[in-house]
């Protein structure tokens, strides 16, 4: 794996991935069909400024830039980013609860150069999905849990326009937990009550995609009981 590749390689390696994971690289619907001819891409690029195929890629994520045609027959790159195991496996955001109250991190993202509440998350290396749970609980809060207290509520895919990924949403009832994990940018955890769970979300507090849909789908789930 190249960090960075030429115009040839980039095709080279994108359809290498093309053999690799074709499901990513169908076209089920006329809207934005990918062109997977190569002397057609070739052909494209050479009247264009961008170069199609692999042009970026990391032990984390693979910077795609696809052809695409749309119905009335204009043709324009479109780009997303693939997990480099081809989708897998998903990721993971627990919804930890301790008694009836949630549990927040407050950690510094990259992106957005500031602090977030969030619910815990991260990757999947290839392990069981309520492990993998219990692990990034572990690792994150220093939390006291159980496998068998870790529910599955639903699947996510946080930005459908640009991220080829799932995330999987669970729900883990906790008995305790100790410290952040602060070389992952860990900087507080929090314990918050239902009503000051709501507030922060009405008050803006709470932004992130991840913590906002596990919430819901805990709340649905708390719904259907009734």
């Known amino acids: 794996?190249?960090?960075?590749?030429?115009?040839?390689?980039?095709?080279?390696?994108?359809?290498?991935?093309?053999q690799e994971a074709p499901q990513l690289f169908a076209s089920p619907a006329p809207q934005l069909k990918i062109i997977t001819d190569r002397e057609t891409i070739e052909t494209w690029m050479k009247t264009?400024?961008?170069v199609i195929g692999i042009v970026h890629e990391t032990p984390w994520n693979i910077h795609c830039v696809d052809l695409v045609e749309n119905p009335g027959g204009a043709r324009f790159p479109y780009e997303r980013v693939l997990p480099v195991d081809m989708g897998k496996h998903h990721g993971t955001v627990i919804l930890p609860r301790l008694n009836d109250d949630y549990i927040l991190i407050r950690i510094f993202r990259h992106a957005l150069r500031t602090y977030v509440w969030e619910f815990p998350?991260?990757?999947?290396?290839?392990?069981?999905?309520?492990?993998?749970?219990?692990?990034?609980?572990q690792e994150e809060i220093g939390a006291d849990v159980r496998k068998e207290n870790v529910r599955y509520i639903g699947t996510v895919s946080p930005n459908t326009a640009f991220e080829a990924i799932y995330v999987d949403v669970f729900e883990a009832r906790i008995d305790g937990y100790h410290a952040p994990q602060e070389e992952e940018g860990i900087a507080q955890i929090r314990r918050v009550s239902p009503e000051e769970?709501?507030?922060?979300?009405?008050?803006?507090?709470?932004?992130?995609?991840?913590?906002?849909?596990?919430?819901?789908?805990?709340?649905?789930?708390?719904?259907?009981?009734?």
């Open 197 to 226: 769970m709501r507030r922060m979300i009405m008050d803006g507090e709470i932004i992130d995609a991840f913590t906002l849909t596990a919430y819901l789908f805990s709340l649905q789930q708390e719904r259907s009981k009734d």
């Open 121 to 137: 998350r991260g990757f999947n290396d290839g392990i069981d999905e309520a492990d993998n749970a219990v692990k990034e609980l």
């Open 1 to 18: 794996m190249k960090p960075v590749y030429t115009p040839k390689e980039a095709l080279d390696r994108y359809f290498e991935l093309m």
């Open 48 to 50: 264009s400024n961008f």
